[in-house]
């Protein structure tokens, strides 16, 4: 499943990409465009809006109500468009969308903070911006709530 997040939805769409689903954030307000790059690369439409309609059978798009983040990710579990995998979770530079390339150690020398690079053994570096991960704290922390996410049974429906 790959997603497309109208400009409404920026933080869930890195909610997305930490989970590691490809998640295009789309700024503009042309929903022409959306759509159509919706059709061209397979994605599902995300918006807030209630005036965008699905024009032809292949037109995907779910309409999120919540506000918050965490919440409309609960929304998307409900609709059964999103699963945990576990394998995929930071797999996705949060910035660009763009699959994280595991590098060796020593080229992230210098290029993090001292005390994090002699914490860590594994380092991973988005293709497009180049800003370095690690699987840290930080990462155990997110995916604790992630977990609880998903464990959580629906408040209704
Ligand atoms: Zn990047």
Known sequence: MKFIADRMLGKLA???RKLGYDTVYYRSENAYSLIK??????????TRSAKLTPKRPEDRIVRIMEDKP???????IQVKAIHLDE?????R????????HE?????AEGKVPDFI???QKDFFRCPQCARIYWRGSHQDHMKKRIEELFDKPAASG
């Open 14 to 16: 890195k909610e997305l």
């Open 37 to 46: 790059l919706a059709r061209e690369e397979g994605r599902v439409i995300l």
């Open 70 to 76: 965490s919440l409309q990710l609960r929304e998307l």
């Open 87 to 91: 394998e995929a979770l930071f797999s």
């Open 93 to 100: 530079c949060l910035t660009c969308n763009m699959v994280l």
């Open 103 to 107: 590098i060796p150690r020593d080229e």
């Open 117 to 119: 690079f002699y914490q």
